[in-house]
C-alpha cells in the first residue's frame, strides 16, 4: 500500500491527512503501509492541477523541507522508531525515499529505464498539458517525465495499491502502465476527494495561504477550523476526524458544529488537555469580546509611533501595503482600559501607553510594555 509526498514546503497540512488516514487504516488492517519521501520528484514539480510549470527547488531546499515530514506524518501513522531516534522499516511501516534509485551511480539510467514506458502522446493528453497547450502556453519535458518516474516509484516498492487526490488519477494509472512495461502485476489505485482550504474555493495548499498546517499552534488550528464556510462543516468532519457525520448534523447551528469540529482536530493533534484550553480562550476573546489569557508583550521606548510601523515592528502585520489594507478595512482595534477603539487613519502617529492592547484581526494582539 503505496502513498508518496513531495517535500515541496516545510509544512504538512490537514488536506494531506485525508491519504494519510486512509493510509493508517490499511497499516491498522495488517497492511504494510509504504510512504514514499520524493527527494527526487520535489525537484522536478508535479504538474497536477498547475496552469503553469511550478518553480525548480534546489536540493538544499528540498533536503530543509523534509527535515521535519516523517515527524509531522507520525501524527497520523503508526511509525516505530529505534533506539537513534530514526524511524525504521516494520511489517507495518516502510519509509522510502525516491532518490534511491533516481540519485547515484546508475545516472540517468533509471529515468530512461521508466521513460520507456509511455509515449509523448499519452503524457501530453493530460488534462492540464491539453489547456496549457490550447492557449499558447507550453510543457517543458522535465514536466512530462513526472508522471512516469512516479510510476517507476509502484515498480520499486512493488505496490500493489496506490492512493492520492482524484487530481492525481492520471498519475496513479500511469504507475500500473510502468508496472506493466516492467513485467509486474497492476496495482490497484484509490482516489480521494480533495480538500477545499479554508477559503472554501481551492484545494488545501501553502500556495494559496488557505492550509492548516500540522505543525499550527492549537489556537491558531482551532481559530481557523471555526473561520472554514458553513457548508465544508461535515466534509471536514467526514475526511479528517472520525466524528459521526449524522450526529453533527443534530446539532442546532453551524457555529456549533464547527466548535464540535474544532476541538476534535486539535485534541488529534495536541491533546486533549490544549483542545479545553483553547475552546475556552476562543470563547473569551470571541464571544465574551475580553482580551486573551497569553498575549504577546512589545516593548518599546517610543510613545508616539507610526502606525504602520508600529503593526509591522511588533510582528502583528507582515508588511506595511497588508498593515495598511488591514487599517483601512478598520481591523485594527485599540483596547485600553475601558475603551475599545477601532483605528482609522493609517498615515497617523499613535499614542502609546503602557499596557495598551493592540488587535489585528480577528486572532492577533500584542499589549504595549513601555520601557
Not at 520507456?116 to 489547456?131: D, G, L, M, W, Y
Not at 473569551?284 to 510601523?309: A, G
Request: with cysteine; glycine share 8%.
Amino acid at each position: 500500500m503505496k502513498f508518496g509526498i513531495d517535500p515541496t514546503s516545510p509544512d504538512l497540512h490537514l488536506g494531506h491527512t485525508v491519504p494519510l488516514r486512509k493510509l493508517r487504516q490499511f497499516q491498522d488492517a495488517g497492511h504494510t503501509a509504504v510512504l514514499i519521501i520524493g527527494d527526487f520528484t520535489a525537484r522536478i514539480g508535479d504538474p497536477t492541477g498547475r496552469s503553469e510549470e511550478r518553480k525548480t527547488l534546489t536540493t538544499e531546499e528540498v533536503g530543509e523541507n523534509m527535515k521535519k515530514y516523517l515527524k509531522q506524518a507520525a501524527k497520523v501513522l503508526n511509525i516505530k522508531y529505534n533506539l537513534f531516534g530514526k524511524a525504521k522499516n516494520t511489517k507495518e511501516f516502510e519509509i522510502r525515499y525516491n532518490g534511491e534509485w533516481f540519485f547515484g551511480k546508475k545516472g540517468l539510467e533509471p529515468v530512461m529505464d521508466a521513460a520507456r514506458s509511455a509515449t509523448i502522446n499519452q503524457v501530453i493528453q493530460r488534462a492540464e498539458f491539453k489547456k496549457r497547450l490550447e492557449k499558447g502556453g507550453s510543457v517543458s519535458l522535465i514536466e512530462s517525465l513526472y508522471p512516469i518516474i512516479q510510476g517507476y516509484d509502484s515498480v520499486k516498492v512493488k505496490a500493489d495499491v496506490e492512493i492520492g487526490g482524484n487530481d492525481q488519477k492520471f498519475n496513479l494509472l500511469m504507475g500500473r502502465q510502468v508496472q506493466k512495461h516492467f513485467g509486474m502485476s497492476e496495482q490497484d489505485i484509490i482516489t480521494l476527494p480533495l480538500l477545499e482550504g479554508t477559503d472554501g474555493v481551492k484545494k488545501m495548499s501553502k500556495s494559496f495561504g488557505n492550509y492548516i498546517a500540522l505543525n499550527e499552534s492549537p489556537n491558531n488550528m482551532y481559530g481557523k477550523v471555526m473561520s472554514i464556510p458553513d457548508n465544508l462543516i461535515l466534509k471536514y468532519c467526514e475526511l479528517l476526524t472520525d466524528l459521526n457525520v449524522e450526529k453533527i448534523k443534530k446539532i442546532p447551528n453551524p457555529r456549533n458544529q464547527k466548535t464540535v469540529l474544532a476541538k476534535k482536530i486539535v485534541k488529534m493533534y495536541h491533546g486533549e488537555k490544549e483542545a479545553q484550553r483553547v475552546e475556552e480562550e476562543f470563547n473569551k476573546v470571541f464571544i465574551n469580546k475580553e482580551v486573551p489569557s497569553d498575549i504577546e508583550i512589545f516593548e518599546t521606548d517610543r510613545k508616539n509611533y507610526p502606525v504602520l510601523d508600529l503593526l509591522c515592528d511588533s510582528g502583528l502585520a507582515e508588511s506595511k501595503n497588508e498593515a495598511k489594507r488591514v487599517v483601512e478595512g478598520r481591523g485594527v482595534k485599540i483596547r485600553f482600559k475601558s475603551e475599545n477603539l477601532r483605528f482609522k487613519n493609517w498615515k497617523e502617529n499613535l499614542k502609546l501607553e503602557d499596557g495598551m492592547v493592540i488587535q489585528y484581526g480577528k486572532r492577533k494582539f500584542v499589549k504595549i510594555k513601555l520601557k
